[in-house]
T-cell receptor, first 111, second 110 residues
Framework: QKEVEQNSGPLSVPEGAIASLNCTYS??????FFWYRQYSGKSPELIMS????GDKEDGRFTAQLNKASQYVSLLIRDSQPSDSATYLC???????????FGKGTKLSVIP | EAGVAQSPRYKIIEKRQSVAFWCNPI?????LYWYQQILGQGPKLLIQ????????DSQLPKDRFSAERLKGVDSTLKIQPAKLEDSAVYLC????????FGPGTRLTVT
């Protein structure tokens, strides 16, 4: 059973701080990695994708991938209350579009 | 660019009744997915279509769930008969490596 593990939280950070969200995966054949943001009562929204080891930055978001450790993380700098949501980690195998999701980490940014 | 459209947004039915959900993907997207998301869980893939063919339906409970994608565009997902444990949000997505989700249909089975 291919698994994606996330700490369910809640993770609480003060406004302006860095939020660090972590994800581990069991399938060494995983090739593509994604972070989705899901507000309560809404559908998942793609915010970051990463395909190679290292860091990828997009605005206040940085995704980090370490395939050797089977670990992917998302950093949110200068966290805002509007960042409060559940963050879902998703992975897919090489040559496949199918996503396996973790259960998500609930982030709460305290004003 | 219009996003993924789904209807209805909400549905309440009694157990053993049937229900159908509709999805229209982003224009030009050949691949369409149906997911089930139970409260507190991540989405779980039910079925993947490539154009109008099924790529993977290994997690679709075929004794009660069916799906089709006629003409390679719109898709419908049907549940018959529904069980209490089918209460969930049913999400449609389209795209390749990067998938984009519709607003979902929240199903409550009483």
């Amino acid at each position: 059973q291919k698994e994606v593990e996330q700490n369910s939280g809640p993770l609480s950070v003060p406004e302006g701080a860095i939020a660090s969200l972590n994800c581990t995966y069991s399938d060494r054949g995983s090739q593509s990695f994604f972070w989705y943001r899901q507000y309560s009562g809404k559908s998942p929204e793609l915010i970051m994708s990463i395909y190679s080891n290292g860091d990828k930055e997009d605005g206040r978001f940085t995704a980090q991938l370490n395939k050797a450790s089977q670990y992917v993380s998302l950093l949110i700098r200068d966290s805002q209350p509007s960042d409060s949501a559940t963050y879902l980690c998703a992975v897919s195998r090489a040559g496949s579009y199918q996503l396996t999701f973790g259960k998500g980490t609930k982030l709460s940014v305290i004003p | 660019e219009a996003g993924v459209a789904q209807s209805p947004r909400y549905k309440i039915i009694e157990k053993r009744q049937s229900v159908a959900f509709w999805c229209n993907p982003i224009s030009g997207h050949a691949t369409l997915y149906w997911y089930q998301q139970i409260l507190g869980q991540g989405p779980k893939l039910l079925i993947q279509f490539q154009n109008n063919g099924v790529v993977d339906d290994s997690q679709l409970p075929k004794d009660r769930f069916s799906a089709e994608r006629l003409k390679g565009v719109d898709s419908t997902l049907k549940i018959q008969p529904a069980k209490l444990e089918d209460s969930a949000v049913y999400l449609c997505a389209s795209g390749g490596y990067e998938q984009y989700f519709g607003p979902g249909t929240r199903l409550t089975v009483t």
